[in-house]
């Protein structure tokens, strides 16, 4: 039997395969479609105090091996969550990580303390890495000292794990996941989505409503798996790798990058029955390559052949 | 429950240079549509197109008696009605589906109006079978740039659907717009209990859903927004749901439709 557990600070998940905050509603709207408790965990979308409306259509468009979202974090507020979500997670019996997201320092904290007290929330993802809002987030996201102040702010109030989600807008994301590792994080989250834009030519008009938006998929796979080598060399805490996972080999490339799990959202708009097409392909190459856990599996890249050159390049 | 086939190609009927009907082996999912409901199509595994695109399932194809396929409506406009248009038979079609809240169908006394613009006859071909199943007299206000744009028009008559058409440049029915029909036939339908469905453009919904208000007669529309999953996943596909007389939310129309009570939606939002 292969091992297909991780660990994330005290939190055990069953396997390295997570839904993607933003990419599987709450989780209640797929129970139709995959048995939520098969998931190593499922983080739902983003969550603040108070419920959002979001930003007007278009919300979404195509680009090449990717899209642009800029959802504006539609959402209930924490208290709806809390009634009227959590309960079918917990009888589905999901691993559910909740994807918290403030305007201000004092706002995580809040959401950290309602979430602590609710039955059924297994770990906090703080979410400082949204582009598309203007208030908020990012502005932790894109600051180390920010990071730090709002992880060890976050960790005072909660038993419960924390991961920060970094953002890859940034020059050097490592630096980010060390100020969150100092901090007393429980593993990070990487990547959210790169900031990008999409202009219609005939009518000169940006084709999101927001004008700019995240950048997700296939397309930003390369730069993802890069970043979270380079957040491996820098810090020892869990790292959750993402960024257009569509595949197995997609998921056990990022492990091999450094990744401790992996988060799959765009590709679960296009094949919402993926989840076991992945643990079967984990499993079989496990399988293959003789891996009886599959956390001995996280940063075993081989760059003896090629490290010169990828340092002078 | 939606279910993901990969559905053969039976065969693609070229209506014009632009629009095709394409029929599809995906029994599963055709016996299990309701009138309005759809499927969410990818052509091909690769990154391009990424993502699926919603399509209206126009038929319910049987064979003696048996339901054997689907065919999707479509109109030639990006990439993936390119790839639906090109389509030849044995291509293999991922379709996942049925999906989304449908119509909701009267019976007699009531008529059933059914106004459709472009390619939004999509649905009104499965609707008018169940309505006329149950008795009800079925009307299809049906308008388009021209005539040739005009499809399936003996396909509805033979089955007893009075049409009542319109054309932008006057080559059949009204010289005009589609809603021009409409109101007259509102206007001369004192007394009479009359339930209007409509599918087309945005524009034409929101016309069509004044008119009925306007004659005090109930309305649904289906509504076609871009969209990422077809499941609720992405809060791509949001329409303005009216709260009171000023206020708005946003629904995902995958999960809160397609289908929308006329009255419901927010339009000047
Ligand atoms: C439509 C959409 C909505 C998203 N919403 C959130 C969100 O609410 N919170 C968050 O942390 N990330 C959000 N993300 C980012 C994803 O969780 C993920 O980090 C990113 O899409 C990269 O992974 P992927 O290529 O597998 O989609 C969203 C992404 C998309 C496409």
């Given at each position: 039997?292969?091992?297909?557990?991780?660990?994330i600070g005290?939190l055990?998940l069953k396997n390295p395969i997570i839904a993607a905050s933003g990419c599987f509603g709450y989780g209640v709207e797929y129970a139709g479609v995959v048995d939520l408790s098969l998931l190593g965990g499922v983080a739902v979308k983003g969550l603040f105090l108070a419920p959002r409306e979001g930003?007007?259509?278009?919300r979404i468009?195509?680009?090449?091996?990717?899209?642009?979202n800029?959802i504006g974090l539609q959402g209930i507020g924490v208290h709806r969550f809390i009634a009227e979500k959590l309960p079918e997670l917990r009888d589905r019996r999901a691993t559910v990580i909740v994807n918290i997201c403030g305007s201000?320092?004092?706002e995580y904290?809040e959401l950290a303390r309602i979430l602590s007290d609710a039955e059924g929330v297994a770990a906090l993802e703080l979410n400082i890495s949204c582009p598309n809002i203007?208030?908020g987030g990012?502005?932790?996201g894109?600051?180390?000292?920010?990071?730090?102040?709002?992880?060890?702010?976050v960790?005072?109030?909660t038993?419960l794990p924390v991961i920060p989600k970094l953002?890859?807008?940034?020059?050097?994301?490592?630096?980010?996941?060390?100020?969150?590792?100092?901090?007393?994080?429980d593993a990070v989250s990487l990547v959210n989505t790169?900031?990008?834009?999409?202009?219609?030519?005939?009518?000169?008009?940006?084709?999101?409503?927001?004008?700019?938006?995240g950048?997700s998929?296939?397309?930003?796979?390369?730069?993802?798996?890069?970043?979270?080598?380079?957040?491996?060399?820098?810090?020892?805490?869990?790292?959750i790798g993402m960024g257009?996972i569509?595949?197995?080999?997609?998921?056990?490339?990022?492990?091999?990058?450094?990744?401790?799990a992996v988060q799959v959202g765009t590709a679960n708009f296009?094949?919402p029955?993926i989840w076991?097409?992945l643990?079967?392909?984990?499993?079989?190459?496990?399988?293959?390559?003789?891996?009886?856990?599959?956390?001995?599996?996280?940063?075993?890249?081989?760059?003896?052949?090629?490290?010169?050159?990828?340092?002078?390049? | 429950?939606?279910?993901?086939?990969?559905?053969?190609?039976?065969?693609?009927?070229?209506?014009?240079?632009?629009?095709?009907?394409?029929?599809?082996?995906?029994?599963?999912?055709?016996?299990?549509?309701?009138?309005?409901?759809?499927?969410?199509?990818?052509?091909?595994?690769?990154?391009?197109?990424?993502?699926?695109?919603?399509?209206?399932?126009?038929?319910?194809?049987?064979?003696?008696?048996?339901?054997?396929?689907?065919?999707?409506?479509?109109?030639?406009?990006?990439?993936?009605?390119?790839?639906?248009?090109?389509?030849?038979?044995?291509?293999?079609?991922?379709?996942?589906?049925?999906?989304?809240?449908?119509?909701?169908?009267?019976?007699?006394?009531?008529?059933?109006?059914?106004?459709?613009?472009?390619?939004?006859?999509?649905?009104?071909?499965?609707?008018?079978?169940?309505?006329?199943?149950?008795?009800?007299?079925?009307?299809?206000?049906?308008?388009?740039?021209?005539?040739?744009?005009?499809?399936?028009?003996?396909?509805?008559?033979?089955?007893?659907?009075?049409?009542?058409?319109?054309?932008?440049?006057?080559?059949?029915?009204?010289?005009?717009?589609?809603?021009?029909?409409?109101?007259?036939?509102?206007?001369?339908?004192?007394?009479?209990?009359?339930?209007?469905?409509?599918?087309?453009?945005?524009?034409?919904?929101?016309?069509?859903?004044?008119?009925?208000?306007?004659?005090?007669?109930?309305?649904?529309?289906?509504?076609?927004?871009?969209?990422g999953c077809g499941l609720g996943g992405c809060y791509s596909c949001v329409?303005?749901?009216?709260?009171?007389?000023?206020?708005?939310?946003y629904v995902r129309?995958c999960l809160g439709?397609?289908?929308?009570?006329?009255?419901?939606?927010?339009?000047?939002?």
């Open positions: 039997m292969t091992d297909l557990s991780i660990q005290p055990t930003h007007p259509p278009e468009v195509e680009t090449p091996a990717g899209m642009l800029a201000t320092l004092e904290v203007k208030e990012i502005t932790f894109c600051s180390l000292t920010g990071t730090y102040d709002v992880v060890s702010a960790k005072k109030v038993p953002t890859p807008n940034v020059t050097d994301v490592a630096s980010f996941a060390r100020a969150s590792e100092d901090a007393g994080a790169f900031l990008a834009m999409a202009i219609d030519v005939e009518t000169r008009r940006p084709k999101l409503s927001n004008i700019v938006g950048l998929g296939p397309a930003i796979r390369p730069i993802a798996v890069r970043m979270v080598y380079e957040c491996r060399r820098t810090v020892k805490i869990p790292i257009g569509a595949s197995a080999t997609d998921a056990l490339e990022f492990m091999i990058a450094g990744a401790d296009v094949d029955f076991t097409k643990l079967d392909g984990i499993r079989d190459y496990l399988g293959r390559h003789n891996i009886a856990r599959v956390r001995e599996l996280t940063g075993t890249i081989d760059t003896t052949a090629r490290e010169k050159e990828w340092i002078s390049s | 429950m939606p279910v993901d086939v990969e559905a053969r190609v039976i065969r693609n009927t070229r209506l014009s240079s632009e629009y095709n009907v394409l029929a599809l082996a995906a029994p599963e999912i055709a016996a299990a549509t309701a009138p309005g409901q759809f499927v969410m199509v990818k052509l091909g595994r690769g990154s391009t197109p990424l993502l699926r695109r919603p399509f209206s399932v126009f038929e319910v194809l049987r064979t003696n008696g048996r339901v054997d396929g689907l065919t999707l409506l479509s109109k030639r406009v990006g990439v993936t009605t390119q790839m639906l248009f090109d389509a030849v038979e044995g291509d293999v079609v991922s379709c996942l589906g049925p999906l989304g809240r449908p119509y909701t169908p009267v019976d007699p006394p009531a008529d059933a109006w059914m106004v459709a613009g472009g390619v939004g006859l999509a649905p009104f071909a499965t609707l008018a079978e169940v309505l006329l199943a149950r008795g009800t007299g079925v009307t299809l206000f049906y308008g388009a740039r021209t005539a040739r744009d005009l499809f399936y028009l003996d396909w509805f008559r033979d089955r007893g659907v009075r049409l009542s058409l319109a054309t932008e440049d006057g080559s059949l029915g009204d010289h005009g717009r589609v809603t021009a029909p409409l109101e007259r036939a509102l206007a001369g339908a004192a007394g009479r209990t009359v339930m209007v469905y409509a599918c087309g453009p945005e524009p034409m919904l929101e016309a069509v859903a004044r008119l009925a208000a306007k004659y005090q007669r109930p309305s649904e529309v289906s509504v076609e927004r871009v969209m329409i303005p749901i009216r709260d009171g007389p000023k206020g708005h939310h129309s439709g397609p289908v929308f009570a006329g009255d419901q939606i927010a339009w000047d939002r």
